[in-house]
């Protein structure tokens, strides 16, 4: 069977396959070899429907639906390690559980930057929402002044970091949200912000 061609003799491309993203966990362990990695696969929302009928229900699950139909930007687990947020650029922030995977709650638009607070109780993202965990009550809009690529928030829980395309870093008090401070002097777009543990140093 021949390819068929346009008029200017130009293969025709069939159009890209739908990238379909997941996030993927992987547990840590120690031995007497060293670390190792094994991974463990979140369940579809399908399957967390089936396993969980209420809280897959709570988190808008629809059968056949994917744990991500568009990409995942960024991840952050809590404290306590029973919950997973996922956040992409083009989708919806995602709450699930650990370790079942199971969908609880589905948020509003998406974020390239997550961030949990120390005691587990308040989600920031990369665009400007602040949410109450675990029930994602939307607490606060922070009036950032340009697109952000990232967040960190201090291990106190007080202060918000936030990072982007003007070049600044901007400090955020927690919980209500007022702007402190705006740093200065990056000559170029900024990727990626991280305070340290004892929240003396941010980079």
Known sequence: MKTEKPADGVE?????AKIEARPEVYA???GQSGWTLSRRSLFSAAAAAAA???????????????ANDRSVNGLAISPDGRLLVSGGQLGTIKLWSLP????????GNGALSVAISPDGRLLATATGAIWSLPDGALVKTLGYSNQVFSVAISPDGKLLASAGVDRTVEL?????????KTLTGHTDTILSVAISSDGRLLA
């Open 12 to 16: 025709a491309r069939k159009p890209h």
């Open 28 to 30: 840590i362990n120690r």
């Open 52 to 66: 969980s009928p209420k809280r897959a229900e709570a988190g808008g699950c629809t059968t056949g639906a994917l």
């Open 172 to 180: 955020w008090s927690l919980p209500d949200g007022a702007l402190l």
């Open 100 to 107: 079942d995977g199971a969908l609880l709650k589905t948020l």
